[in-house]
């Protein structure tokens, strides 16, 4: 086995390669630096746009904020709900999967029409995304909640409240926490994509209007910023869920 | 049975408020079923749109040529770092986390570098449908029992083999569930670039209607879009349990 040292190595070496060779081809002109502009130079562009782009993301994560707490919670207590009833999750599964599924862009034309530009669209939109794997995962946790525990609870002369709150959540709490770290990066997608689509502010609107406006450096320099920014708030979700399973024991 | 008809009573309770909150409401807004039923008579014969078959056609094709490429490359650098154990440690890694990141951000820079025309939409639906597959194949190749491939390898089987007789099968599983998954990210890479700005294709068709208020047409033809969307997940599905049959 390598050790974890070599491979972090392995893994830095690999992005100064990627950086340094990618620097080469566009100052020796191996590609338009029109198109794909240095890596010093999309370092200068990030400087340069520093103060729109994190305006501009601080508005997109304050709505997908939003959303995300509105996917959690509507995931999880509908989850608990289609899980726990038979006939509901029956009825209603195939439906679920099949709006999972569906690529959603089609009904955002039609969101944006009933609601108009700006939060609004973006919370649901970024909601509608979000809330489908939370409420997948959540609702086969609840379903396969060992039997023999509700029964035992029962016999004991546990109430339904004391059901849920002591015998199921405990037992669906890896599955939420899988979703939660699931559903973040639906919603900033879901929200991304309305700001692309039809937005007014926030870091998709930025980043369209610089592919619009052919400034490449400043494009590439506000895609690495919201890809750093999923990737730390991810990698966070990570930590805090190993946390959580430490405590939990 | 009794779930059936309760599946399809909620579609028609659905259905039948829709109508009727859309008559009370705003019927251009809304578009109640009643108004896209005649919309989707007129875009099937041809009546709204006459591009509609050139569209859906130009569609099919950027979903054909990003899902090929996204399988080519997805095995081709899936297999790669499944076998070489360093790299497969070191960039394995480094793809699951770029797979956190909103695939949506990297579409700004793919329309300007590729333009506005198919080719964005093809490198997006590539982008889409690469990840899952380079990680099934990766997931699948650490799946094969090493020691079965050393049997084989001792009793004289060749590499090609060892490959269609002992790896493939212990890894077709998570392979076909990779491709499946590729598949229906491939389409809506597409369906997504299409939508965020195309010159043809059904995403141009739905902005043009959307952008023109015809709401009826608008609905209409994303039910056409729906179709293709539909009908690739039922094909890979058929895929699916071939490939499982023939591993058993």
Redesign the interface.
């Known amino acids: 086995m390598?050790p974890a040292t070599i491979?972090r190595l392995?893994?830095l070496a690999?992005v100064l390669a990627g950086l340094a060779a990618w620097e080469l081809a566009a100052r020796s002109a191996w590609v338009d630096p029109l198109?794909?502009p240095a890596p010093s130079a999309v370092a200068r562009a990030l400087a340069a746009i520093s103060g729109p782009a994190l305006a501009g993301l601080a508005d997109t994560l304050a709505k997908t904020a939003a959303a995300y707490v509105l996917s959690v919670v509507l995931g999880v207590s509908a989850g608990v709900a289609v899980g726990s009833v038979r006939?509901l999750r029956?009825?209603?599964s195939?439906?679920v999967i099949a709006l999972y599924?569906?690529?959603k862009?089609?009904?955002?034309?039609?969101i944006v029409?009933?609601l108009g530009y700006g939060t609004a669209p973006a919370v649901f939109y970024g909601t509608l995304h979000g809330l489908f794997p939370i409420l997948v995962l959540v609702t086969g946790a609840v379903r396969d909640v060992d039997r023999t525990l509700v029964t035992v609870a029962r016999s004991l002369g546990a109430t339904p409240w004391q059901l849920y709150w002591k015998v199921l959540l405990p037992a669906i709490v890896p599955s939420v926490l899988a979703g939660m770290r699931l559903g973040i990066?639906?919603c900033?997608?879901g929200v991304?994509?309305v700001e692309?689509?039809a937005g007014v502010r926030g870091m998709?609107y930025v980043?369209?209007s610089?592919?619009n406006g052919?400034q490449?450096p400043e494009?590439?320099a506000a895609?690495a910023l919201?890809?750093a920014t999923?990737?730390a708030i991810?990698?966070g979700l990570d930590q805090l869920n190993e946390r959580l399973s430490r405590w939990r024991g | 049975m009794k779930v059936t008809v309760l599946r399809l009573a909620l579609l028609a309770a659905l259905l039948a408020a829709w109508e009727l909150a859309g008559r009370a409401a705003n019927p251009l807004l809304a578009v109640p079923p009643s108004a896209v039923v005649p919309a989707l008579r007129d875009l099937l014969l041809l009546r709204s749109y006459p591009r509609l078959p050139a569209s859906l056609w130009l569609t099919v094709r950027e979903i054909g040529v990003a899902y090929a490429l996204a399988v080519a490359a997805g095995l081709g650098c899936g297999f790669a770092l499944g076998m070489n154990r360093l790299l497969g440690r070191a960039w394995g890694p480094m793809i699951a986390a770029l797979y956190a990141v909103p695939a949506v951000v990297w579409y700004p820079s793919l329309m300007l570098f590729f333009g506005l025309d198919a080719a964005s939409k093809i490198a997006f639906g590539f982008l889409l449908g690469f990840f899952p597959i380079t990680l099934a194949v990766l997931a699948g190749v650490r799946q094969v029992n090493p020691q079965l491939v050393l049997v084989a390898r001792a009793y004289g089987a060749g590499v090609v083999t060892v490959f269609f007789r002992v790896m493939l099968p212990s890894m077709l599983f998570t392979l076909v569930g990779g491709l499946r998954t590729g598949l229906a990210l491939s389409v809506i890479g597409v369906v997504v670039g299409e939508i965020l700005g195309a010159k043809d294709g059904m995403g141009a068709l739905i902005n043009h209607a959307y952008g023109l208020l015809r709401t009826g047409d608008y609905v209409a033809l994303v039910l056409v879009t729906l179709a293709i969307v539909v009908g690739s997940d039922v094909l890979a599905s058929l895929l699916e349990r071939r490939a499982r049959r023939w591993s058993e």
Not at chain 1, 105 to 110: A, G, R, S
């Open positions: 390598v491979i392995l893994q690999t198109f794909i006939l029956d009825v209603l195939p439906y599924g569906m690529p862009i089609l009904v955002l034309p039609w029409l009933l990066v639906f900033l997608l991304l994509v692309m689509f998709g980043m369209g610089l592919a052919f490449a494009l590439f895609t919201v890809s999923s990737i991810v990698l």
